[in-house]
């Protein structure tokens, strides 16, 4: 979300952001005077900072601190009532927005995040907004099944089947006058659940300039002897954690060598440790963004067997790092078969150990990787996302006969 607001304030179209913490420059200055930019959590908070005008961003600190008290709450007890789950964070979150909302200037669009609307979207409609919802992954009435049914669409929960912030999200987007996705997977799951897809509109996100800067210019040649995978991101079931186990099981013990970078879900960690045993695979950890993308300029060949995405903007990068690609069209991504790489069905163990097998040693992946790189360099950059935005919100605009100005609701998470 805030990638849309930096495009709107680019193009002068911008109101205000409403977003939880966000690196003001005041802010910055306290995180790097304490030295909190060495954690990975300061980090990640300075990374949210974008190209875009600080007197335009109403921030919502308390709401996340809260929740990103709950693991030290577990630790120290009297934090306890202090600490909330995601759930409640959205909930306050959006309560605090309408607030502003009721008493702030008015505006023509209200673009939110799906979950983070609530009674901010009442707020907004009574200022006579259009109600713009932005979702990221797989409708919340086919998310689960899509998960225990091995990618596949077979099965449409009910409401009252949803947790809580589950329900946030689904009510959100029932309110919503139009829906923007990131993919048209996502906007298929809408379509299977039996949502109106005339009110939906995709545009995939793309590679922020930051992670261009981060790519290092030249790397060493690829090893003929050696294709090096790589796969980023959650390590779990609904990324395909299982059965890229269980493919890689049946690769030769040579030839190949597999870096994993995130975080490894509890269940999954002996596992992989049984793995490393006779293959080499290495767990990297949970890395930051440039040296995520150094990582990925080494790779030959980028695996991501999800069950479930929005559009793994992961495989927008590793496009971007010069990686062949082998996933599934779970993934929402751009990935040609037999152009970018090879999408393999979701939950295929034979299918994806066949495909990986396939790049062992292939003398072509480095040239598809040369191709996707000025692939997502030409067409798949920051500035494509902010140039459909604006064409959606112009046809918004000239649906409802309004006037120009716009506002935004964006959380950090």
């Not at 680019?10 to 913490?21: M, Q, V």
């Amino acid at each position: 979300m805030v990638s849309a607001a930096a495009e709107a304030d680019k193009r002068g179209l911008l109101a205000r952001l409403y977003c939880s913490l966000y690196p003001k420059k005041w802010c910055a200055f306290l995180l790097r005077r304490l030295r909190l930019d060495r954690t990975m959590k300061g980090r990640k908070l300075l990374r949210r900072a974008v190209a875009i005008d600080e007197a335009k961003v109403r921030m919502i600190v308390w709401p996340e601190i809260r929740f990103n008290l709950i693991p030290i709450a577990q630790r120290h007890k009297w934090l306890a009532p202090l600490a909330a789950p995601f759930s409640e964070t959205m909930r306050r979150m959006a309560a605090q927005t309408a607030r502003y909302i009721y008493t702030g200037k008015p505006f023509d669009i209200y673009h939110y995040r799906a979950g983070f609307g609530g009674p901010s979207l009442q707020a907004a409609r009574a200022r006579g907004a259009i109600l713009l919802c932005d979702h990221s992954i797989v409708h919340p009435l086919a998310l689960d099944g899509l998960i225990q049914d091995g990618g596949h669409f077979t099965k449409i929960l009910r409401r009252d089947d949803l947790c809580v912030s589950e329900r946030l999200i689904q009510d959100d987007i029932d309110a919503a006058d139009h829906v923007l996705v990131n993919s048209h997977f996502v906007k298929q799951s809408f379509d299977y659940v039996g949502y109106d897809t005339t009110k939906v509109s995709v545009i995939y996100q793309g590679v922020d300039e930051a992670f261009f800067e981060f790519l290092p210019a030249a790397v060493p040649p690829p090893d003929p002897t050696c294709t090096r995978l790589f796969f980023a991101g959650r390590f779990s079931d609904r990324k395909g954690g299982g059965v890229l186990i269980e493919a890689l099981k049946r690769l030769p013990t040579h030839g190949w060598s597999l870096d994993i970078a995130g975080i490894v879900l509890p269940e999954y960690i002996n596992p992989l440790s049984e793995l490393q045993k006779t293959m080499p695979v290495r767990w990297l950890g949970d890395l930051d963004r440039m040296t995520l993308a150094r990582a990925m300029r080494m790779a030959d060949v980028f695996v991501f067997p999800t069950l479930a995405e929005g559009s793994a903007r992961v495989i927008f990068e590793a496009m971007a790092a010069g990686c062949f690609i082998v996933t599934t069209a779970n993934a929402g991504s751009v990935v040609e078969n037999g152009k970018n790489g090879i999408l393999v069905p979701p939950g295929d163990v034979d299918a994806l150990a066949h495909a990986l097998q396939s790049t062992l040693g292939n003398a072509d992946i480095p040239a598809v990787g040369r191709n996707n790189a000025e692939f997502i360099k030409n067409c798949y950059r920051q500035k494509h996302y902010g140039e459909q935005l604006e064409i959606l919100y112009k046809r918004l605009m000239q649906q409802s006969d309004t006037s120009k100005n716009l506002d935004f609701l964006h959380y950090g998470r």
